[in-house]
């Protein structure tokens, strides 16, 4: 068998496969759209105390003035053994890095925290918190209340502006016959939804009452910068749009145009078919008093999936203290 045996030849294809360092240090490829791996997510997060470190660097890094009144020196502080607080080097005065945040008095462990920050950053598509509940192993109310916490730290994304595409769609159903699917007056199943989309930039997606021009014109105006060209299908609430704009442009859908050079509204509505693909497929449905919420999740993803950090860093970013005194 000449030095080649059966085990020898696996070897080898593993190795020019692998190269036998790559195989114990796991990398990102360069053509992987992610910008943490779980990975990389587990090599700066391994333990429980490594993501209440974290904290304590954000809030507390060297040279932190002392919140004890009597203190107040730039001081140093140093982990109490068991304890989630840290003590200041002088007075000994004790500080909690999760004291007002989303972290605060939860029962729940920090890395699970971070994990599901983790998850909700990473998918592409929406994550249920039926899903969070298996992955992370809590219960199913106490997944739902994470989801809810770290909602709190997604951006709105502010204002609009450049070319804005606005269009409406109705949640719950598919655009049918000349109705274009519209639900009867009272028909809270299939709730609208406004979204004024930048091209090749931000969404904001908003549930909206109804699709009459006072309801939708202030919306627009709340979240639509007045230099921007804005372009809307044909429907009579958008009328008066050229008066509050730089310029309108309106496709007309009726005649079965859809793209007329730079006329159109497809980015829009590529918004609305990711939501309604998330909502029914991962959600399998959500209320209508629940649906803002996705809504904001999504055009959070939307917005920042471009950007050249990560998502989970992003979000991470966002959680604040808003107890300066540390009174637990
Ligand atoms: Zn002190």
Known sequence: MNGLGRGTRTCVCYHLRYGSKQRDHVERHDSSESRMTFTEFMRRFPTNDACLEYLKERFYPAGTECPNPKCRK???????????????????????????????????SLQLWFWAIYLMSSTRCGLAAKHLEREIGVSYKTAHRMFKQIRTLLDDGGSLSGR???????????????????????DSTKPPVLAMVERKGKVKALVVP??????????IQRYVDPSSIVYTDELKSYDLLGQHYSQHWRIPHSLGIFIQGHIYTTTAESFFALVKGGIWGT?????????????DE???????????RSMFETILDQVEKDDPLDVL
Request: charged share 20%.
């Open 283 to 295: 959600y399998r449905g959500v209320s209508t008093r629940y649906l803002q919420n996705y809504l």
């Open 74 to 108: 730039a001081s140093k502080f140093h982990r109490i053994k068991g304890r989630s607080a840290y003590s200041c080097q002088y007075c000994g005065h004790h500080v909690y890095p999760t004291a007002g945040t989303i972290f605060h008095k939860s029962t729940t």
């Open 210 to 219: 109804n699709v009459r021009r006072a309801t939708l014109l202030p919306e």
């Open 164 to 186: 804005v595409e606005i269009d409406e769609t109705y949640m719950g159903g598919t655009r049918k016959g000349s109705s274009g699917g519209r639900p009867g007056p009272n």
């Open 298 to 308: 999504y055009a959070w993803r939307w917005n920042h999936k471009y950007d050249r």
